[in-house]
Each structure stands twice: as structure tokens, then as C-alpha cells.
């Protein structure tokens, strides 16, 4: 495992210099494996230094065997050790701030009482000037019952809460769209749509994130069709755009056509499931899912869920059963998106010429990134430490930059795609290559050009009908 920036500590140090030279300290620090990141002298005194050393390191194990080295040298005493990840959450990753000014009993009148019981009065007559003056045009919800966290499992609201408030500031800090996390102490799907549809008049848009499947897919199709406002499953449709993305861009460099290639996809949960219905749309034609007990096929459907059921008869149209490793032997195309270590470079080595796999697993992916590029021509994973990161920041900040701007009711499949289609283009032709076929997440280019591409495709889509400036000014 490589040193994270996940995983940075700061150790302040008391250094008596002439028992322990500063060389002497760094040294033993990278003996251990971890990597220096600053190091900075707090104070000097007649000898005694107070230093601050920060590190990157593994794990927590590694952080608590720094630790032991540094008090294990002559003249050296750790009086502190901070994790950065945890400081950067004490109190909580966001807050909110006022648009408005308040510096007099004037302001006061008219963003509070009694002036706001005008503009109360002029929503309660036309319900859709709530878009125009309220919150809600740029707001959306984080929702979450904590039952489905990356690499976590079902942890509950409360630990999954950092996460949302996480979601949050990547859909200010790359949409400029503002998100409140909503965690909810219930796994009872009715209870969840009941809140949703509850708290929904407050939002411009609802964005579920974390729930488990199948539950997930039944919360997200009755808020779809009960709420006049988009909502979206991240961890389905996130994924799915991204993905195809990616792959847009891989096929391209290796000269296959997503209509010709077989596609082996691992995992048919929330985000196998997604991404393999937006590949369909795509065009894609030879599609076949693997769950834990093989190859989903429509002559064998006895017993699913019906979710499950609708995926196999739109799928595999080889009827191919049997296990993953099998399925893998001449498949073009390997998307991961199921548990750790289940494949091996071997594995890859029987996949046609030219393979591209995607491993998504995370924090482990599904076959060693390094031993799947000793055979495969692309490989791209989920994390950030390995070239070609498939993550969905690099969708939902935009696609609901789009949504907000066009005042859109509903997603569809179309607007998936042609959010997907929008990031493949930011890279250009010349651009691509093996190692560069995804965007970078802090490539600013994203998000504009996925709200410009989905305010493009909902011009001819319901919208809502926000009244026009001069209203405003009729009593």
C-alpha cells in the first residue's frame, strides 16, 4: 500500500540537538517508509528545538509506528500528534453564510419581518416564484440512510454523515451549487420516500447517495415519478456517466466501436446496474453482468429480484453462464465494479487484444492496476493514485448545474448520456492517450461543459415556469 495524503500526521518534536542531529530524525522517518511533507522549527532554544514534521504515511499503523521511531531516538520526545484528515473535519466541512446584507433595523425589515411576509404572500399566490425567490434554485439535498458507504457498508446516519457534508462541498466547490446533507435514521423505504417527499418544497433537487440496493432503486423510481423536481442516485447514475466517459474515450484510442466489443461488467448493484443501461443507450450491444453466483441470463431468472430480472433479459445475448474468469476469456471490455482481488494479471492476459479494464473497486480494485497493464492497452481504476480515476465528481456538480439553470423536472437517460459524452469531449483528440483518457477532477473545464451539453438537451423537456424580472414588482 502507498503512502496517502489520507493518511498525513503532524508530530511535534522536542529536538536536543547535540544528542540527535535534525538529519537523524528525518532519516528514521524514512525508515519506516513515510514521506516527509514539511518541516517546520516552531521554536529555538539554547539546543532545544520545537519541531513540527509532517508526514504521509500508509495507515494508522504506520502513523503509530513513526511515532515509536521518533520517541525511540536519543534526546527526541513527541509531545503531540495530529491527524490532518481528522483536523480538517473537527466542527464539520461546511457552513452557512448570509447573500444579504445585515448591518441595520433596515436590512433587518426587509430580509426578515415584516417585509419577507411580502414575498411569503407573493409565493403563496404563485407557488413558482419559490424558484426565483428563495433557496431552492440552487439548492439541493444529500440524501442518505448511511446503509451503502464507499468501502464501509452499513455504517448509519450519524458516521455517514461526513461523507454527505464531503458531497456538499465538492457540488459548491465545482458547480457552485449549494448542498445540505440530510441523514436519516430509518432503512424503511416508505419512510424514506414519506421524508423525502417531506423536505422536498426546500430543494431545487434531491441527490440519494449511500443507500443500499435494492431499496435504492425503488426510493429513487417513486421519487422520480412523485416529486416535480430531479432526482438523482449518485452512486447508480454518477458512476454510469463517468464510466462511459471513459470508455467513450478508451474505444476511441484502440480503434473498436462500442457497438462490436464484448463487455464483461462485475457487480450488478446500484452502479452495475446503471452502467450497464447507460451503455445500451450508448449502443453497446454485448453486455454481460456477473453477480456472486455468475453470469446473469434471461433462461435463468427464477428467484430474482425483479430489478435484477429486467437486467438479465437486456442483457447477454450469447446466453453465457458460468463464472467471471470464464466470461473474461476474448472479452474486449472488463468494468469492475464489485470487491477487491478478484482477478489476477493472468486473468486479464485471456481478454481479446487490446483490452481495457476498469477496476472500481475501492480502496481495492478488482485486479492490481499494475499487473492488469502488463496486459491490458487502458486500465483505469477509482482511485487517485493510479492514472484514469473514474469519480463522480467530475458528473454531478455540473449535470446539476444544468438542471437548476434549465429548471428541469426530471432526469432522463438521454441527458445520462449526454452528460457522459460532454466530459469524453473535454479531452481532445490530441490529448488522449493510455494514461489520459478521464479528465483530471480539478480540470475546470468539466463541470461548464456538462451544464452547457444538458441545458442543450432539455430545451425541448418540461420545465418549470418561473415568472419573469417584472413580476416582482406587480403586489
Given at each position: ?13 522536542t ?10 530524525v528525518?532519516?528514521?522517518v ?6 516527509v511533507?514539511?518541516?517546520?522549527v ?5 539546543g532545544?528545538?520545537v ?20 520517541a ?5 520526545s ?6 490532518q ?6 466542527g464539520?466541512?461546511?457552513e452557512?453564510s448570509?447573500?444579504v446584507?445585515l448591518?441595520?433595523r433596515d436590512d433587518?425589515s426587509r ?6 411576509a411580502?414575498?411569503c404572500?407573493?409565493?403563496h399566490?404563485?407557488p ?6 428563495t433557496m ?6 444529500v440524501v442518505?440512510?448511511?446503509t451503502a ?5 452499513d ?6 454523515l461526513?461523507?454527505m ?11 457552485g ?7 436519516l435514521d ?9 421524508i423525502?417527499?417531506?423536505?422536498a ?10 443507500i443500499s440496493a435494492?431499496?435504492c432503486f425503488e426510493?429513487?423510481?417513486r ?9 438523482f442516485?449518485?452512486d447508480q ?22 457497438e ?5 461488467v462485475?457487480?450488478v ?13 450508448q ?6 453482468g456477473?453477480g456472486?453466483t ?5 433462461d ?12 438479465a433479459?437486456?442483457?447477454?445475448p ?10 473474461l ?7 469492475g465494479?464489485?470487491?477487491?482481488d478478484?482477478?489476477t ?6 481478454m481479446?487484444?487490446d483490452a481495457i ?12 492496476p ?9 486500465v ?5 493514485d ?10 454531478f ?7 437548476l439553470?434549465a ?10 448520456r ?25 480540470d475546470e473545464?468539466v463541470a461548464?461543459?456538462v ?19 417584472e413580476d416582482?414588482?406587480v403586489?
Open positions: 500500500m502507498r503512502n496517502s495524503p489520507s493518511y498525513t500526521a503532524s508530530y511535534r518534536l529536538v536536543e540537538e547535540s544528542r540527535t542531529s535534525i538529519a537523524g528525518v532519516d528514521a524514512a525508515a519506516t517508509g513515510a514521506e511533507k514539511g518541516f517546520d516552531a521554536d529555538s532554544d539554547r532545544r528545538l519541531i513540527d514534521l509532517t508526514c504521509d504515511m500508509r495507515n494508522s499503523e504506520h502513523r503509530r509506528e513513526v511515532r515509536a521511531a521518533l525511540a531516538l536519543p534526546g527526541v513527541v509531545s503531540s500528534v495530529a491527524d484528515t481528522f483536523m480538517s473535519h473537527i464539520g466541512k461546511i452557512i448570509s447573500k446584507p448591518r441595520n433587518l430580509a426578515y419581518t415584516p417585509g419577507v411580502r414575498v404572500t407573493a409565493i399566490d404563485m413558482q416564484k419559490a424558484h426565483l425567490l431552492k434554485a440552487n439548492t439541493v439535498a442518505s440512510d448511511g458507504v464507499l468501502g464501509l457498508g455504517i448509519g446516519p450519524e458516521a455517514a461526513p461523507v457534508e464531503g458531497k456538499a462541498v465538492l457540488f459548491k466547490e465545482f458547480g451549487v449549494d448542498a445540505w446533507p440530510v441523514v430509518t432503512k424503511d423505504t416508505e419512510e424514506i420516500i414519506s423525502v417527499k417531506a423536505i418544497p426546500a430543494y431545487g433537487g434531491i441527490n440519494l447517495e449511500d435494492p431499496r426510493i429513487e423510481e421519487l422520480r415519478a412523485e416529486l416535480d423536481i430531479p432526482v442516485h449518485d447514475h454518477g458512476t454510469a456517466i463517468v464510466v462511459l466517459a471513459a470508455l467513450i474515450n478508451a474505444l476511441k484510442l484502440v480503434g473498436k466501436r462500442i462490436d466489443v464484448r463487455i464483461v462485475s457487480g448493484g446500484a452502479a452495475g446496474n446503471a452502467i450497464i443501461r447507460l451503455l445500451l443507450a449502443g453497446a450491444r454485448d453486455i454481460v456477473y456472486r455468475g453470469a446473469l441470463a434471461a435463468d431468472t427464477e428467484g430474482m429480484h425483479p430489478s435484477r430480472k429486467a437486467l433479459e437486456a442483457t447477454n450469447r446466453l453465457v453462464h458460468g463464472g467471471l474468469r470464464e466470461g476469456v476474448d472479452a474486449d471490455v472488463f468494468i465494479v464489485s470487491q477487491g478478484i482477478l494479471g493472468d486473468d486479464i492476459a485471456t481479446a487484444q479494464v476498469f477496476a472500481l473497486a475501492n480502496p481495492t480494485p478488482e485486479v492490481d499494475i499487473a492488469a497493464a502488463e496486459h491490458a492497452a487502458i483505469a481504476t477509482g482511485r487517485s493510479f492514472a484514469n480515476q473514474i469519480n463522480n465528481v467530475l458528473a456538480p455540473g449535470l446539476f448545474r444544468g438542471l439553470d429548471k428541469v423536472k426530471e432526469i432522463t437517460t438521454e441527458l445520462l449526454v452528460a457522459a459524452v460532454a466530459i469524453a469531449e473535454v479531452i481532445s483528440s490530441d490529448e488522449l492517450s493510455a494514461n489520459y483518457i478521464i479528465p483530471g477532477v480539478f473545464r461548464p461543459a451544464s452547457r451539453e444538458v441545458r442543450r438537451a432539455v430545451r425541448d423537456l418540461p420545465t418549470v415556469d418561473i415568472p419573469v424580472q416582482l414588482r403586489e
